[in-house]
């Protein structure tokens, strides 16, 4: 494999013992993608279609097939699903072209829009996983497999899919939109984005109860709760789209990561909690429920009322 000189683009070419049909699907078939890189992909090889590929649960790229020519040419957006700076989806562009090359192809490949945080990570990645590309065409076999995710892990991928969705949202809010009411809460979208940060907090209650340890939040009655959201809803209520969208990039990360690295064998951590009559409540629930199935719920309503002000 070749390297240019540096440059704010990224060139590489890389002759493959196959033929470009072969190395075509590499780039178009989800299958096919995931090994030489990746966990799991989505490819919906023509233009417009998406293209979607997960790392390891959080280096998500998102991006869409720009041009798809059979089995010459194939051009995409590349971007990051992500809380950090940084390029985003739709940023950059990659480019693969496949000449045929006796028995073979010359493959060549043009990543350009990256941002100058990113280029150096993505030479790396493109030096390390083009080779693993020529191997898989070549041989007809996987050469890469992505590790799996533990309990904790996968809790903490869906957790930092769901905050980016909200990232975007409300990156993409008018201020009329900031306003709309949420079906659920009651609240304007920025004053429910800021409750979905408060549940960021369950996560430490949920490593406290794991580790048997009783948090102020166990001995909440449901009408403590309900004054303690009236509370904050007082509180906030000229809170800003910019400081949520602040505190998410700030606290978000954090709540990932934390998530992340707890210990699989205490999940099953169960204490009594006075806001569910006293029932025995697990570690691993309230991560389900109170975390991320109410997270989600937020972030659909918060969804639906900026929608709701475009038509």
């Excluded at 306003?179 to 304007?188: K, L, V």
Aim: contains cysteine.
């Amino acid at each position: 494999m070749q390297a240019t000189a540096p440059s704010e683009a990224i060139e590489r070419e890389l002759r493959i013992e196959a033929r470009p049909q072969v190395v075509f699907e590499f780039f178009t078939q989800a299958d096919k993608i995931v090994r030489w890189m990746g966990r799991a992909a989505t490819a919906e090889a023509r233009p417009g279609g998406a293209f979607r590929l997960d790392y390891n649960g959080f280096d998500i790229m998102r991006g869409e097939f720009l041009e798809v020519t059979p089995h010459s040419r194939v051009v995409f957006s590349w971007g990051w699903e992500t809380l950090a700076d940084g390029t985003r989806p739709g940023q950059s562009k990659v480019e693969v072209t496949l000449t045929p090359d006796g028995s073979g192809t010359l493959l060549r490949l043009v990543h350009t829009g990256l941002s100058k945080m990113d280029r150096d990570s993505h030479v790396q990645g493109w030096d390390r996983f083009l080779p693993m590309l020529a191997s898989a065409a070549e041989s007809g076999t996987p050469a890469y497999t992505a590790e799996p995710l533990n309990e904790p892990e996968a809790f903490a991928s869906r957790l930092n899919t769901l905050l980016v969705s909200l990232r975007e949202t409300l990156e993409g809010a008018s201020p009329a939109a900031a306003s709309a009411r949420c079906s659920g809460t009651g609240w304007p979208a920025t004053l429910t984005a800021h409750h979905v940060l408060q549940h960021l907090n369950i996560v430490a209650f949920a490593i406290a109860t794991a580790k048997g340890q009783r948090a102020p939040q166990a001995d909440f009655t449901v009408e403590a709760l309900n004054a303690y959201n009236a509370a904050f809803a007082a509180e906030r209520a000229k809170a800003t789209l910019a400081e949520a969208l602040a505190a998410l990039m700030k606290d978000g990360p954090t709540a990932v990561e934390t998530l992340k690295t707890m210990d699989p064998a205490s999940l099953g951590g169960a204490l009594p909690m006075t806001f569910a009559g006293g029932a025995l409540l697990s570690a691993r629930q309230l991560i389900q429920g109170p975390l991320l199935a109410n997270v989600e719920e937020h972030i659909a309503e918060i969804r639906q009322a900026v929608a709701g002000t475009r038509t």
